[in-house]
């Protein structure tokens, strides 16, 4: 997999170099070509001095072949409009926006780019959105009672869930939504709330079942039968 990455600081450079580790390809593009300096030299021959919504640049950074963008600059602007790009214009699949100023994420989600705030703003959170399921990236539970038979973990909001409701969640597998995360805020959610683009579950299950949950909340489609 091929994965366009905006903005090469601290978060930047780490998703790089755990990306490649993983044995994916990857392209950092930065304004500032010194920031590439945190790259290995390997990494930083791909690098693109750039803006992140420059065609041009994104071509540059083979954006055409991509299957994950995440933008993680400095700036909102910048990167809520290169995921739109990366998004609407280049059909890249999995996409995620660095979000500073809650008030405007929701707007943001509403656009169909997910962005997770600063607080939870992690290499391994943004990992989960650009690789959903993938090696390496499972850090174990969030938490687990003191029998070991229940865990809660975080579980980003598949796209075949959104604008469906968390009993129809709940009715099709073996879980129950603890709390989601949304827009920087963290909601305690009814029923019959419904799910948004950008949502990130934190789900109760059995411990033995729980990877079998991961799997089937990225597998099911809207309806909960098997894709």
């Given at each position: 997999?091929?994965?366009?990455?905006?903005?090469?600081?601290?978060?930047?450079?780490?998703?790089?170099?755990?990306?490649?580790?993983?044995?994916?390809?990857?392209?950092?593009?930065?304004?500032?070509?010194?920031?590439?300096?945190?790259?290995?030299?390997?990494?930083?021959?791909?690098?693109?001095?750039?803006?992140?919504?420059?065609?041009?640049?994104?071509?540059?950074?083979?954006?055409?072949?991509?299957?994950?963008?995440?933008?993680?600059?400095?700036?909102?602007?910048?990167?809520?409009?290169?995921?739109?790009?990366?998004?609407?214009?280049?059909?890249?699949?999995?996409?995620?926006?660095?979000?500073?100023?809650?008030?405007?994420?929701?707007?943001?989600?509403?656009?169909?780019?997910?962005?997770?705030?600063?607080?939870?703003?992690?290499?391994?959170?943004?990992?989960?959105?650009?690789?959903?399921?993938?090696?390496?990236?499972?850090?174990?539970?969030?938490?687990?009672?003191?029998?070991?038979?229940?865990?809660?973990?975080?579980?980003?909001?598949?796209?075949?869930?959104?604008?469906?409701?968390?009993?129809?969640?709940?009715?099709?597998?073996p879980l129950r939504v603890a709390y989601l995360a949304r827009a920087g805020?963290?909601?305690?959610?009814?029923?019959?709330?419904?799910?948004?683009?950008?949502?990130?579950?934190?789900?109760?299950?059995?411990?033995?079942?729980?990877?079998?949950?991961?799997?089937?909340?990225?597998?099911?489609?809207?309806?909960?039968?098997?894709?």
């Open positions: 997999m091929h994965v366009v990455i905006l903005g090469c600081g601290r978060v930047g450079s780490t998703l790089a170099h755990t990306l490649e580790d993983m044995g994916h390809t990857v392209a950092v593009i930065d304004q500032d070509p010194d920031a590439f300096r945190r790259l290995r030299s390997s990494t930083a021959k791909t690098a693109v001095a750039g803006l992140g919504h420059d065609r041009d640049v994104l071509v540059s950074a083979g954006i055409e072949d991509a299957s994950a963008f995440a933008a993680v600059s400095s700036g909102d602007n910048s990167n809520i409009i290169s995921a739109r790009v990366a998004r609407e214009t280049f059909g890249v699949e999995h996409v995620v926006a660095r979000i500073y100023d809650p008030r405007r994420a929701e707007v943001y989600q509403r656009l169909g780019i997910p962005t997770v705030g600063t607080v939870h703003w992690t290499a391994d959170t943004i990992l989960r959105w650009l690789v959903p399921g993938g090696p390496g990236l499972d850090s174990g539970p969030l938490w687990r009672d003191p029998s070991g038979s229940l865990v809660m973990t975080e579980a980003p909001l598949s796209s075949a869930w959104v604008d469906r409701r968390i009993e129809q969640l709940e009715a099709a597998l805020e963290i909601l305690l959610p009814r029923s019959d709330e419904t799910l948004r683009a950008g949502d990130v579950l934190h789900v109760l299950a059995r411990s033995d079942e729980i990877q079998a949950v991961q799997a089937r909340l990225r597998m099911y489609d809207s309806e909960g039968n098997g894709v």
